[in-house]
């Protein structure tokens, strides 16, 4: 560390262990730093056999290096399965040896172009692209994907519980029903709050992974379910919705995401374009016409609210998860939704809302809408959340910022049915209208604004 920083940090120590109030703190601080300095990291130099696969290719060729090898390995592994009589852990049907060795020869044949366009035999000193292959098997192996073991659920839908007994089994059997109807992979994670229910849904278990808490509530016990969950996205559901039995929304959450690889968070409940010139909530499609690239209705927008709402499983980790700091054990979640999508933008991911008809709520008012609960939630948490929520975020020219590159993905994405559609309002509102640049400046437009066109990215380096 610079030693201008160590001493600075040394002073800073001494000065706060002088304050007894804070003296709790500074012991805290101090740990944290211990660790942050003996925490080295791996070591940057590769083995020298491996070296040629860091320095001679780029990361998206290594990205698609390690992709291609870890298929490869795990079709191994099926197809060993297979031929012991095994089953094969898919919740589809499963593929023939036939498929398999199929999958297993095209991967293979990728592999094989990748590194003998890259030169991997010559600049390794190898005798042949058969050597090249057996040495990327070894060094591009040092780091698993997860999302492509087989028998991993595509979608892991997370649930917070809290004493609503009379909807464990219409919710867990909806949900099983609407993931089966699209053959979609799915698994229902629960984070149950009130641990005297247990049995209820250890009875669903299978479908449903019970965790048993004990009031952690909303901002802990979502992230406690996703450290469980396994699926490449995550969807936060709420115990006062009953899902249908039909899975057709699932399907086009996966399309959004899969189409539009920057959408790191999908709204599917309330939205706002504009925080700030919104005084409300916005409900149902947003105006556009159907998205031609999905076939689905949807929006680019600035914050979208629980429940429920998708995100990408790795960047909801690579953003940090839910914010804890805002609340105690016990305490709602408030504005945790719209803290998530700043950060998310912010990062560099895209926030979305997509409306769909179907789910129902229960009538039984929940713990946060009784006269204590909601004094509790809706009165002092939203002070406290809705407070440091504001004081991260809401700045004139950040917000504005994100404001704008809200609209110039939309303007730049969709088309309307009509002009009195838009739904930024009149025409004449400066930036908040639906004026499309015409067909010669969008390029100009989008560097201007500093957004990525739709669909002109090389996908190599986007």
Known sequence: MNPIIKYRNFIMLMSCLHNRKLRLVCWTW?????????????????????KVFQTVISDYERQTLRYLIQGIQAIDASLGSLRLGR????????????????SKDDMYSQLRDLLHAASIPSQAGLSGIDAAVALAMSCMSSQLLPASYTGRPVVSIMMNY??????????????????????????????????????????????VVPVFSANLHESRGYNRAARLARGKYLVVWQDDQIPPPTGVWLLQMVRLFET????????????????????????????????????????FVHFADFAPMAIVASVFWELGGLEEGFSRPGDCGITGDWELCARAWVAGWQVG?????????????????????????????????????????????????????????????????????CPYGEQTRGWANCTVPPAGQRTAFAAQMQVQLPFELDPKTG
């Open 30 to 50: 101090l740990v944290c730093m211990v660790f942050a300095e003996t925490s080295a990291g791996p070591d940057g130099n590769p083995l020298q056999s491996c």
């Open 162 to 207: 809290f004493k609503r007994h009379h909807v464990v089994k219409e919710i867990a059997e909806n949900m099983r029903a609407a993931c089966l109807s699209v053959s979609m992979s799915c698994e229902l994670v629960v984070n149950v709050d009130n641990p005297e229910e247990a049995g209820a849904w250890a009875n669903e278990a299978g479908f």
């Open 260 to 299: 539009y690889p920057r959408l790191g968070i999908l709204g599917m409940n309330t939205y706002r374009i504009c925080r700030q010139k919104e005084v409300t909530n916005r409900w149902g499609p947003p105006g556009w016409d159907p998205d031609p690239r999905t076939g689905v209705t949807w929006t």
């Open 87 to 102: 089953s094969y852990p898919s919740a589809n049907a499963p593929p023939s040896e036939a498929a398999l060795q199929s």
């Open 353 to 421: 809302h997509f409306a769909w008809e179907g789910r129902k709520g229960d009538p039984k008012p929940g713990s946060t809408h009784t006269s204590v609960g909601a004094v509790a939630c809706w009165n002092r948490q939203m002070d406290v959340g809705g407070g440091s929520f504001t004081k991260r975020y809401i700045h004139p020219v950040f917000i504005q910022d994100m404001c704008e590159r809200v609209w110039a993905h939309n303007i730049l994405t969709f088309t309307l049915p009509s002009p009195n559609r």
